[in-house]
């Protein structure tokens, strides 16, 4: 009888601690697992710090300092040097150290290409701005290990060009980092989802970079919410990869 009833015991203790686990899973907000993310992440490194890469033949700077912002973008042209200058109030482009007047559209176009590349290299840092609104889905598993499912989208006011777009982060149950992502956009080009699989992960200074395999659905009947369980059924498409090289960071308050 005293051996049944430590089983007893014992067994009654590890449901409890599952059932305290999965509790867990529920209780955190979409904010709180953004949050533990970005410390993950580098945390408030991000805040303070000039970070250098390239990505596909082109050369990006961004410096980050109390709140102002500053995103670069430079490459050549055929024969010409083009600088793109990204600030919290404007977007300039140089070509061959001249200012070009650029149209409204234009000026639109180039501001949100430079912002892309720029807002990827960071994630998750950034999805805690004002315009950012998140919804925590629930979890999901994913080639068993466990996910919260944050599903993020972007008020008008200050959400950029593209704030239409539907973005889902897939952050590891355990340790909040970023490992999927996945998002919708439209624009003038066309319309469609992509999904993202990160690897090669690295810290530079404290802060976390990591590389994407970028995968698009060829099934038309998909929906944005399920591509997590499409790329572990492998139902998409791998179309490139989106790798950061280079790498150096500047912390400005060391």
Known sequence: MVIMKYLYLVLLGLVLY???????????????IVTKSIEKAGGKLFENSVVRFDFRDKFYVARRDKGQFSLIRMFKDNN?????????SNFDRFINNSRVILEDSMKAKFSASVNSVHYF???PYGLNAEAVKKTLLGSENIKNKDYYKVKVTFNPDGGGEDYEDVFV??????NFKVEYLAYSYNETDGVGMRFREAYNERYV????????NNYKAENNKLE???LGKAFEE???????KIELE?????????
């Open 80 to 88: 010409d040097s083009v600088f793109d200058l990204l600030t919290n």
């Open 205 to 212: 200074e404290g802060i976390r970079f990591v590389d994407y």
């Open 169 to 174: 982060y897939w952050f590891d149950c355990e």
């Open 246 to 254: 280079n790498i150096q960071v500047e912390l400005l308050d060391k």
């Open 18 to 32: 599952n059932c305290k686990e999965e509790k867990s899973i529920i209780e955190l907000t979409a904010d709180e």
């Open 224 to 226: 944005l919410f399920d």
């Open 234 to 240: 492998d139902k998409l498409k791998l179309l490139s």
């Open 121 to 123: 290299s960071v994630l």
